[in-house]
């Protein structure tokens, strides 16, 4: 896969979390419990003590994340190969919303002791992009 395409589909993907992050921000910002298909999980891990930092939403964070991910995703596909900054940028922010993710999800299987399918879409679609900078990082290697 090239770098481009490689580089579209982490857009791709992180619209698709972009779209997850800002509609549990506006669950938690509107008081409303989230659409949970069933698990019931969702409004224990939104009610949980876990659920804000600094009074944050953690899904506007996420939506920050993925943001930015999207954004060095753009950059990257301007011109015939990413400036090597934006390959840097592009793992170590997919590096960071990983462990925040891996950090969450501990969160709810050992402390909060609920299932949010939304919080474990985003901490797949996270896994995905991480990978694929990791690929994106060898493929920019591998061309310089």
């Known amino acids: ?40 999980g969702c409004e224990t891990v939104q009610y949980s003590p876990y659920a804000w930092i600094l009074g944050i939403p953690i899904p ?16 990257g596909l301007r011109g ?8 840097l940028a592009l793992f170590g922010t ?3 919303g990983l462990l925040f993710s891996a950090y969450l999800t501990y969160l709810e299987l050992f402390v909060i002791h609920a299932i949010c399918l939304w919080c474990a879409v985003s901490a797949v679609i996270q896994l995905f992009l991480f990978t694929l900078a990791v690929v994106v990082w060898r493929r920019f290697q591998e061309a310089v």
């Open 60 to 75: 506007t964070l996420g939506a920050g994340a993925y943001l930015m991910v999207l954004a060095l995703a753009v950059l």
């Open 94 to 96: 997919a590096l960071v």
């Open 80 to 87: 015939s190969q990413p400036a090597e900054w934006v390959v």
């Open 1 to 40: 896969m090239s770098l481009q395409r490689l580089l579209r589909t982490i857009g791709v993907l992180a619209l698709v979390g972009l779209g997850i992050s800002l509609y549990l921000t506006w669950v938690y910002t509107t008081d409303r419990v989230a659409i949970c298909l069933g698990s019931g």
